[in-house]
């Protein structure tokens, strides 16, 4: 048995240094946050909204912030994984909890592996379908490569840089309103809640609370001691996040300020477009390609995570033979639903809607589990983390409704 425990846990860490695994944590969560579905619904509220949806941005932040440092802490701290710890809080919730988590991240990835298709068809003329079933290929081949977890974080932060790189090059060449930005951030004329709970849980909820914490666990940093490298992840990857967040938002800003109208069928290809004709068009089938995959990466992982409930090294070492085939299962599932579905703008903006009302159910089982001494031992949470969650949860519930109210 010993020896099973022992090639159990070295497996995840392959090693790697506690710090290398926490920056693959955090650019997995950071990249998860800004995928297709971020681009397609930032591009899509700022053509709605004006200046006035830097308010919204400006929440999203804040928010992930409060939600990935009070998740990634109390996953850690207890070495368990998000629907264990349901699970012991009430017998049976860590299943409803898997559900709606897998099943949000199946959703999402349908617009993900969508988005990266795509990108191809911006880049090569192909259809989006078949965009789609090459990128699906591509993300199967990270997950059964010798080293997935190792190759996948390298995947993910490469394709990090590229996203980076053409944002600050659009904003380079473009003019944007920063004052009326600024100034509608902190002070917007309109206030939509449905934006807010799109935008939160395309970016915060659902799975990607979970992704960078499960990345954690998977990569063996469990208990008080690894704190340190909780906090360096969790910042890491909410400052990647942010830029990226505010880059985008900018730049569409600058766009529908002019008077441009976007194409509802892919308004973040317009801001491109716009923005660096044919040249800038190019440039974003190439973000959109990063951004699908990272989202399809991020979404496989995490929602997969959910679906194990193992307590043994041994049952760990059982499991891990059959995970490359529910891997595979799930990103060909995705890949052909979007394939005779389609519409990708469209599933994007509903599945973000959708994840912002699973946001505060999740955030209030780790909350809980924070004070419970059988999951967190003798671990003190902090005070300030545990009232700004709750916050969250009061406010995403309140904005959740609000949300129901105006579509019913």
């Not at 099973?4 to 392959?14: D, F, L, R, T, Y």
């Not at 190792?150 to 060449?173: E, G, H, P, S």
């Not at 959910?306 to 891990?320: C, G, I, P, Q, V």
Request: net charge positive; proline share 3%.
């Amino acid at each position: 048995m010993k020896k099973e425990e022992e090639v159990v846990k070295e497996i995840p860490s392959a090693g790697r240094s506690p710090r290398s695994i926490a920056m693959g944590a955090a650019f997995l969560m950071a990249m998860a946050a800004v995928g297709p579905g971020f681009l397609t619904q930032t591009a899509t509220f700022t053509g709605q909204m004006g200046a006035n949806f830097g308010f919204a941005i400006l929440l999203c932040i804040i928010v992930d912030f409060v939600v990935q440092m009070n998740v990634w802490r109390i996953i850690v701290v207890s070495g368990k994984r998000a629907q264990v710890i349901a699970n012991e809080i009430l017998p049976g919730l860590g299943y409803v909890l898997s559900f709606l988590v897998a099943a949000g991240g199946l959703l999402f990835n349908i617009g993900n592996i969508g988005g990266a298709g795509l990108g191809l068809n911006v880049l090569f003329g192909i259809s989006p379908e078949n965009g789609a079933i090459i990128a699906a290929c591509f993300a199967i081949a990270v997950f059964v490569a010798k080293n997935a977890m190792t190759v996948m974080d390298r995947t993910v932060q490469v394709l990090a840089v590229v996203k980076i790189a053409i944002l600050i090059y659009i904003m380079c060449v473009m003019a944007v309103p920063y004052k009326a930005a600024v100034t509608h951030t902190f002070m917007p004329t309109n206030i939509d809640f449905y934006s807010i709970v799109t935008i939160v849980g395309g970016t915060v909820g659902g799975y990607i609370s979970f992704s960078g914490g499960h990345r954690l666990i998977e990569g063996g940093l469990t208990g008080k001691k690894e704190l340190k490298y909780v906090n360096e992840g969790a910042i890491t990857g909410i400052g990647v996040a942010s830029l990226i967040r505010i880059l985008l938002f900018l730049a569409g800003l600058a766009v529908v300020t002019v008077g441009y109208k976007l194409d509802p069928a892919n308004p973040a290809a317009s801001i491109f477009k716009y923005a660096a004709g044919n040249f800038g068009y190019k440039f974003f089938g190439i973000l959109l390609f990063a951004a699908g995959m990272t989202s399809t990466l991020g979404s496989t992982f995490t929602s997969i995570s959910f679906l194990n409930y193992t307590h043994t090294a041994k049952s760990e070492m059982k499991l891990a033979r059959y995970n490359r085939a529910i891997v595979v299962a799930f990103i060909v599932i995705s890949a052909a639903i979007f394939y005779f579905i389609g519409n990708p703008a469209k599933v994007l903006v509903v599945v973000g809607a959708i994840n912002g009302f699973i946001l505060p159910i999740s955030l209030s089982i780790l909350l809980i589990a924070g004070y419970k001494k059988k999951i967190i031992g003798d671990y003190h949470h902090p005070l300030f983390l545990a009232i700004t969650g709750w916050i969250v949860v009061a406010f995403m519930l309140f904005a959740s409704i609000e949300t129901l109210i105006k579509l019913f």
